[in-house]
């Protein structure tokens, strides 16, 4: 018998990074698993090493078609939910002198209202104590260079979290926050030229209390702990950032 034998999980974000590594903790536990993510070939990777029972689907945070045809499909596919993760999200890295609108409205739009719409489209899917995870960061309470509005995106998704954990707690529904520091993704690899994402992993390890990037795994633990664990907390984030935010 599984720990999460039965339960029902969707993930947005979850082909790669710790979205997929909570997917695979939880798929390796018992849990039928639907995870989305924007490209194709990364998600059916990510299906074949989750298992044949979990569930991949092509899906933008940022378009509500999209999410009303997740909402579908997860309708057909489990009924109810027991776990929503909310992780879907993008970074990029641009001082604020260079800020454009363009990449503005990229990074509030996915990140903040595609986050929103996602527990509205989902919410009456979700069973009597289920629990909802969002993707906040380090950067919603952290003065950093060259992601000012990346992290106003995820202050506002910290303060959604309080709001919908107000919202939804009359049915039963836990809604809490992961807040993760520097994690060995991969992210700023993709994100930055080598110089750079080399110079920026060397500062980040130099100002994290632990001297040392974060695991995957580490999050995917906190996301687990939330989502089912933690039945007397509700509106909370947690952080998994090496004491960045406390120390």
Do not use: C, H, W
């Not at 060259?146 to 809604?175: D, F, H, Q």
């Not at 633990?221 to 939330?226: E, G, R, S, Y």
């Amino acid at each position: 018998m599984g720990k999460y034998d039965g339960k029902r999980v969707v993930i947005t974000g979850g082909s790669s990074g710790f979205g997929f590594t909570t997917a695979k903790a939880l798929a390796d536990g018992g849990a039928r698993v639907l995870i989305t993510g924007r490209t194709e070939a990364t998600l059916d990777s990510a299906r074949d090493q989750l298992g044949p029972d979990a569930l991949a689907l092509r899906s933008d945070v940022a378009s509500l078609p999209d999410l009303d045809a997740l909402a579908d499909r997860v309708k057909a596919e489990f009924g109810t939910i027991d776990a929503l993760f909310v992780n879907a999200g993008v970074t990029q890295f641009v001082p604020f002198e260079s800020m454009s609108e363009e990449v503005y409205d990229d990074l509030l739009t996915t990140n903040t209202k595609g986050a929103y719409f996602t527990v509205q489209k989902l919410a009456p899917l979700l069973a009597e104590g289920s629990g909802v995870v969002l993707t906040t960061s380090v950067a919603n309470v952290k003065g950093l260079p060259m992601i000012s509005a990346y992290a106003a995106s995820k202050a506002a998704v910290r303060s959604m979290t309080r709001s919908l954990a107000t919202e939804l707690l009359p049915r039963g529904i836990r809604v809490n926050a992961v807040s993760p520091g520097p994690i060995d993704t991969g992210i700023l690899d993709k994100s930055l030229p080598k110089e750079a994402a080399e110079q920026t992993k060397a500062e980040m390890t130099e100002s994290s209390p632990m001297l040392r990037f974060g695991e995957p795994a580490e999050v995917a633990k906190a996301v687990t702990f939330l989502a089912f664990d933690a039945t007397y907390t509700t509106g909370a984030e947690f952080p998994v950032d090496g004491g960045a935010s406390q120390l």
